[in-house]
């Protein structure tokens, strides 16, 4: 009998120290873009393309808590197993946050979601420094 593996969709992130990590998508992103994939077989790609994602820099604490950064998606790709490191749900696609500082103020505060301050304060800082090195 044949066992149909099951696969996941995973991004490599480049974060502002220009380290790259590959980070699985959760389990909530996973249904959602293997339904886009469907959809748009040859083009899927293009809707992470640059786009801003949140992801776990550090393992959680005993509290859950953990320092949350920004990277930039430059790559997706798919694997035929799981793993623990994922990146979390809140993304910003490329077109939303590169255009205008406007677009920016309005479109970041998705990537607060309900992290502790520090953390808040964390993303801002990166989004704000991504947004100024796509502007040079």
């Known amino acids: 009998m044949r066992k149909n593996k099951k696969k996941y969709v995973y991004v490599k992130l480049q974060f502002l120290d220009g380290n790259y990590v590959d980070y699985m998508l959760p389990n909530d992103l996973q249904k959602a873009i293997w339904k886009h994939i469907k959809n748009n ?4 790609r293009q809707m992470l393309d640059g786009a801003l994602m949140n992801a776990p820099v550090r393992q959680y604490d005993a509290h859950g808590n953990t320092v949350i950064r920004v990277g930039i998606v430059k790559a997706q790709f798919i694997k035929n197993r799981s793993q623990v490191l994922r990146t979390r749900s809140q993304f910003i696609p490329k077109e939303r946050w590169c255009s ?6 309005t479109r970041y505060r998705f990537l607060l979601h309900d992290f502790p301050w520090w953390n808040k304060l964390i993303i801002t800082f990166d989004v704000a420094r991504l947004w100024l090195r796509e502007q040079v």
């Open 41 to 44: 077989p040859n083009t899927w």
């Open 100 to 105: 205008s500082i406007r677009n920016l103020n």
